[in-house]
């Protein structure tokens, strides 16, 4: 009970920087003085939230920003997935694809943007693109070196005990993997969402919570930037809180502290 | 005290667990030099009987273990198990390793039970089995933790729970008791012993300690390196379960730590200690 009480106000400390910024901000924004105008103050955010809130263009914004987030993670992944286990499990194949992963790799993701808006325009199809090639990476790496790395003393084991090659894989090498499997969709998950907002920002054209950042600052409305920001903000949060749960639950075996 | 009854375990009916190992040689290439691991090294083990081997790191007491195990058949010479010719791993030589190499995505039951995969035994039989074995190692009510979740000891423990759960005729372990500190390595190997009694098997341990290859084994076999080979083997003589603070004990301690610790002799010079325990 006593614990409990203690991580309450562990909690409570932690708020602290947060308002006290807060405080600040509106401060300044009532200051009126020569930077005011890069401030806004609490009541326009607040005021601003609402008006694009029920104007439906902050739905709508992040909707769009969600899904492509999540077809991209979807495709990628999948993708990500199938190339990484063909490379782990196939020596051909790692020979075959890994020098041209491997150098496509040095280039960050970003970097393909003026390559890919000349080839397929600036449209929803390049940003998806984008952002499944974010989330192809690290499903790729993870994929092929859990695969690689089957500890050869569990190999042993299974000999031991006259496991079959298939009952073998299934018994050590596919666990193995799958933490390094999962570890790699995590991943990819927090990648795709900072593309997804990155690919937004820079092709401004079309929905999602990045155009509406950009038109807004286009047209000086600091107050429905500082909104998205704080949506992009708290999604990312929410979407580490859910790889943590998954993680813990799909692999309860680890010793990880709880 | 909840001991299991051994009924259920001993094979004591039939003398089976008789291991020979014949002319045994074996080299590795390491580039342009060959380096003899175990140079024509020769043992009877009868059925029921616990060897301890001990020796110089280097010496190949590991490297022999693996042999007798099957998991390297490039080697020359004979290892028999009741008169078949060893090829190959089987389930009637269970190993224990150093390190216990539970598998971590499976509970401590479930590691157990994957010793029994490709025995044609019914479900419940496996279950029976599983659960005996871990109740026999002292581990009942740890059926479903994870192996992170166990401490070196009983991780120990149920790694020999799963080398046990096949009925072995013969059981080898490396040093397995190696990495665990002093006192869980005491208590353990009165647990091999009383393990021992009761199963029946044949059981061959590789150790880099003395006292405890002394204390456990009916004969100790003192291995040197450069090649790997025998120099004497010592038969304790004395009853199980044994007393650790037995002078007896005591004395072939001290003389097999002296032989361990002088500079290195030739095989042909050395005389064996003990001739007065020789049948």
């Given at each position: 009970m006593k614990i409990l009480k203690t991580q309450n106000l562990v909690w409570l400390l932690g708020l602290i920087p947060p308002v006290l910024f807060l405080l600040w901000w509106d401060h300044q924004a009532k200051q009126g003085g020569t930077n005011a105008h890069i401030y806004v103050s609490l009541a326009q955010i607040v005021g601003a939230l609402r008006e694009t809130f029920s104007s439906g263009e902050l739905t709508g914004a992040y909707a769009a920003s969600i899904t492509r987030a999540f077809s991209g993670l979807f495709i990628g992944g999948i993708l990500g997935t199938t190339v990484g286990a063909l490379m782990g499990l196939f020596k051909p194949v790692e020979w075959a694809l890994q020098p041209i992963y491997n150098s496509f790799r040095q280039v960050p993701i970003l970097g393909w943007l003026p390559l890919i808006g000349l080839w397929f325009g600036s449209g929803d199809g390049s940003k998806l693109i984008i952002v499944a090639l974010s989330a192809f990476y690290p499903t790729v790496l993870f994929t092929?070196?859990?695969?690689?790395?089957?500890?050869?003393?569990?190999?042993?084991?299974?000999?031991?005990?006259?496991?079959?090659?298939?009952?073998?894989?299934?018994?050590?090498?596919?666990?193995?993997?799958?933490?390094?499997?999962?570890t790699g969709l995590f991943q990819a998950l927090a990648f795709t969402w900072i593309s997804t907002i990155g690919v937004e920002l820079l092709f401004a054209s079309g929905f999602g919570l990045g155009s509406l950042m950009q038109s807004a600052q286009l047209q000086a409305r600091l107050d429905i930037v500082v909104v998205c920001v704080l949506f992009v903000g708290l999604t990312g949060?929410?979407?580490?809180?859910?790889?943590?749960?998954?993680?813990?639950?799909?692999?309860?075996?680890?010793?990880?502290?709880? | 005290m909840d001991y299991v009854s051994p009924a259920t375990l001993t094979a004591s009916t039939k003398p089976t667990g008789s291991l020979t190992l014949k002319g045994i040689r074996k080299q590795f290439q390491f580039k342009d030099r060959e380096l003899k691991v175990l140079s024509g090294f020769d043992l009877n083990i009868n059925p029921g009987e616990?060897?301890?081997?001990?020796?110089?790191?280097?010496?190949?007491?590991?490297?022999?273990?693996?042999?007798?195990a099957g998991l390297d058949d490039s080697y020359e010479g004979v290892i028999t198990l009741d008169g078949q010719r060893v090829a190959g791993t089987s389930l009637e030589r269970g190993l224990v390793f150093q390190d216990h190499r539970l598998f971590p995505w499976m509970t401590l039951e479930q590691n157990v039970a994957l010793a029994l995969t490709n025995r044609p035994l019914s479900k419940a039989a496996k279950a029976k089995l599983v659960a005996e074995h871990i109740a026999l190692v002292g581990l009942k009510g740890f059926e479903k933790a994870w192996p992170h979740q166990l401490s070196g000891g009983m991780a120990q423990r149920a790694a020999i729970a799963r080398a046990l759960v096949n009925e072995p005729k013969v059981l080898l372990l490396d040093e397995p008791f190696g990495a665990l500190d002093a006192l869980t390595r005491v208590h353990l190997q009165t647990e091999l012993q009383r393990i021992w009694l009761s199963s029946g098997a044949t059981m061959i341990m590789i150790t880099h300690d003395v006292e405890e290859a002394i204390y456990l084994g009916d004969r100790v076999v003192v291995m040197q390196a450069n090649p790997g080979r025998i120099v004497h083997?010592?038969?304790?003589?004395?009853?199980?379960?044994?007393?650790?603070?037995?002078?007896?004990?005591?004395?072939?301690?001290?003389?097999?730590?002296?032989?361990?610790?002088?500079?290195?002799?030739?095989?042909?010079?050395?005389?064996?200690?003990?001739?007065?325990?020789?049948?």
């Open positions: 092929f070196e859990g695969l690689k790395q089957a500890d050869t003393s569990l190999l042993d084991v299974s000999r031991v005990y006259r496991l079959t090659p298939w009952q073998s894989f299934w018994k050590v090498r596919w666990p193995a993997a799958l933490l390094s499997i999962f949060i929410l979407l580490n809180t859910l790889i943590r749960q998954l993680s813990q639950r799909l692999l309860a075996w680890r010793s990880v502290r709880t | 616990f060897v301890s081997i001990v020796g110089p790191s280097g010496c190949g007491k590991s490297t022999l273990l693996r042999l007798i083997t010592v038969d304790v003589g004395l009853s199980h379960p044994r007393d650790r603070a037995s002078p007896v004990l005591h004395r072939l301690k001290d003389e097999i730590l002296a032989e361990l610790t002088n500079p290195p002799v030739e095989a042909s010079s050395v005389v064996p200690l003990r001739k007065d325990q020789d049948q």
